[in-house]
């Protein structure tokens, strides 16, 4: 399909903004998701362009506005990354994503790409002002997921299905959704959008016994098994899963 032709998926963007960069509930993920497959279909949903930033709004870093702590900010940046990479859609890094670089609006989100983008030494020095911390962090994360995107073939074709939803501000604010159908099921993401979460009883159409294997090591689970029906999980604050299945 010509890049011309290509949709980029703003009502996701705005869902990422509210739900994560200013701490919504992740069930405005989960509907901008559902309405996109709507739209255009579970076949064109495919080419859909994900992003956090792109030319024409401010960075994510800057979403959260004025006093949240940089931790916090690089925590919430690396969760968008994380569904950007894994939802049905092509996702699309804008310059400087990968080291988390802030900008307000255009043209402040057009900054020059700094000097020490290039060097691994001087990304994991503090950069105030120009990105969020832990640059060096950002961008390995960047680069984990690229890899899982370009490795993993149901992350780039797979169905999806939605597993787990807020679904209003009573229940804990996390989303579940696979990717692959009936025996191609492969992977499974779990997002927790706030503070620590569960545990959590997930449903999910696998047999009993099925081992799920984390990707990522962000914090949860490294391995969790199938029972009756669902399995049990427990994230930190901002941070996701990325499971394979055994």
């Known amino acids: 399909m010509p890049v011309s ?119 994991a020095q503090p950069h105030p002002g120009m990105a969020v911390a832990g640059s060096d962090r950002v961008f390995a994360r960047v680069q984990q997921l690229a890899h899982l995107r370009t490795t993993v073939p149901a992350l780039a074709t797979g169905a999806y299905k939605e597993l787990w939803r807020q679904n209003g501000a009573q229940n804990t604010n996390v989303f579940a959704f696979s990717r692959g159908a009936g025996a191609g099921m492969r992977i499974v993401v779990v997002g927790n959008g706030t503070q620590q979460s569960g545990p959590v009883a997930i449903p999910i159409a696998l047999p009993d016994g099925t081992l799920l294997i984390d990707e990522l090591g962000d914090g949860a689970p490294a391995m969790l098994t199938v029972s009756h029906g669902a399995f049990t999980i427990a994230l930190p604050e901002r941070s996701a899963a990325i499971y394979h299945l055994e």
């Not at 200013?22 to 989960?30: L, M, N, Q, R």
Request: proline share 6%; charged share 25%.
């Open 5 to 123: 032709t290509r949709r980029f998926h703003y009502p996701l963007y705005a869902a990422l903004v509210d739900a994560i960069g200013k701490s919504g509930s992740v069930d405005e993920i989960a509907r901008a998701v559902a309405s996109g497959i709507a739209t255009v279909g579970a076949d064109r949903a495919m080419s859909l362009v994900l992003f956090a930033d792109d030319h024409d709004v401010m960075r994510f870093p800057n979403q959260p506005g004025y006093g949240v702590a940089e931790d916090e900010i690089r925590r919430r940046l690396l969760l968008a990354y994380d569904l950007v990479f894994t939802l049905p859609g092509i996702p699309l890094l804008f310059y400087g994503d990968e080291l988390g670089m802030y900008g307000a609006a255009d043209p402040d989100n057009r900054r020059d790409l700094p000097a020490w983008a290039m060097d691994a030494t001087a990304r």
